[in-house]
């Protein structure tokens, strides 16, 4: 009797032994247990620490509560400005309700996945090259809100999205780098242009300095030399004056030539042949001049006045021939065909009278 009641003590235990290990549950501190019985679930949420549940009637689904970084696979799309770029991201999140991430939804962590993946490719889609190269916060902001929004109904919060890489085409790298060395090009002309004003200005004003104090250029010229002969050279330098400069390059400058005057041809001389291939000079037309208002008693009929010709004409090549003596008061004018050639001239006597004063510019003109 007693073995026997000892047997079935055994018994009772082993059996309570085995129901313990089979009903036993363990959850972390990272892991909150859901429960459902029969297919149902249980209103609590078991906590972290040691948890029965009912063999064959309960089951008990354990859900990680930290922050999964999940990666999204890069995406090939056509950005707005027709752009075809490669981009991929990642994205971290966690379960806040595990009821909902349990229930809500089949796989949480897939259909997360699937979720970043579409809204990277509308991302793509709706942005700009210049704005997933540079502008990437601002990306980050709207990914994390499409991809957030279906997932509050499983139970999943996004903590943050991070575009990782954006691939380009290289015909793309090498447009945006002769981009880059143009636009650096570019600003080192104008500091280069920026520093040559600046010099110029202190140059001018070091000018101004020197010019009032002639023994500053001086001083200066000796501060080169000193320079120049701080090192071991073979270099020699002889300080030359610039004023010597200036006064050999005014030396050589062409004296004016003036004209030569040319005097007057004579009555009867024969002017001078032109050189050949060369134009004879054009004469003006003699104008009249003004014939006296009295004639001499002393001059006889053919006798005629001949006023002398300005002397700014060029002297002839051949010597003028002596002027004839002129005929006496009582020869008449046909005595000899030569008469009209010659002239004489009156003198003026107390009954002549006084010719008329020439009018600036006009040309004296001797009568024949």
């Keep these: 009797m007693v073995q026997e009641l000892l047997i079935a003590l055994i018994v009772v235990i082993l059996a309570g032994l085995t129901y313990t290990v089979a009903a036993a549950r363990v959850i972390k501190q990272y892991e909150r247990g859901v ?35 999940m990666p999204v696979p890069a995406q090939d799309g056509i ?15 966690k379960v806040v309700d595990a009821a909902s991430a349990v229930v809500q939804v089949e796989d949480y962590r897939f259909a997360v996945s699937q979720m970043a993946q579409t809204s990277l490719r509308s991302i793509i889609g709706k942005s ?8 990437r916060e601002k990306l980050n902001q709207g990914l994390e809100l499409m991809i957030d929004s ?11 999205v991070e575009i990782k ?38 140059l001018a004003q070091a000018a101004g300095e020197m010019s009032a104090q002639p023994a500053a250029l001086q ?4 501060q080169t030399v000193v320079a120049v002969a701080a090192e071991k050279n073979s270099t020699l330098v002889l300080p030359f004056p610039v004023e010597l400069l200036r006064f050999l390059e005014r030396a050589q400058q062409p004296v004016p030539q ?26 003006p037309e003699p104008e009249s001049a003004p014939e006296p208002a009295h004639a001499s008693s002393s001059s006889s009929a053919g006798a005629q006045t001949v006023e002398a010709a300005p002397s700014r004409v060029a002297p002839s090549s051949s010597p003028a021939p002596a002027p004839s003596p002129a005929p006496s008061p009582s020869a008449s004018p046909s005595a000899s065909p030569s008469a009209g050639r010659t002239a004489s001239v009156p003198k003026p006597g107390p009954s002549a009278a006084r010719p008329r004063p020439r009018s600036k510019g006009s040309k004296p003109l001797a009568r024949h």
């Design 219 to 222: 001083l200066r010229l000796l």
């Design 79 to 93: 950005t707005r400005d027709n752009v075809t770029v490669r981009v991929d991201a990642v994205i971290y999140f």
């Design 150 to 160: 279906p997932a509050v109904g499983w139970g999943v919060q996004i903590d943050r």
């Design 128 to 135: 700009d090259l210049d704005d997933l190269l540079s502008n």
């Design 258 to 283: 003036q004209q030569p005057v040319q005097a007057a041809p004579q009555p009867g001389a024969q002017a001078p042949s032109a050189p050949a291939g060369t134009l004879p000079p054009v004469e």
């Design 35 to 69: 429960v459902l019985r029969f297919g149902r679930l249980r209103d609590e949420v078991r906590g972290p620490g040691f948890t029965m549940v009912i063999p064959g009637a309960e089951r008990l689904r354990k859900v990680n509560m930290q922050i999964v970084t």
């Design 165 to 202: 890489d954006v691939s380009l085409p290289e015909t793309m790298k090498r447009s945006m780098a002769r981009q880059a060395e143009a636009d650096r090009e570019r600003r080192a002309r104008v500091i280069n242009a920026d520093a040559e004003l600046q010099a110029s200005k202190k």
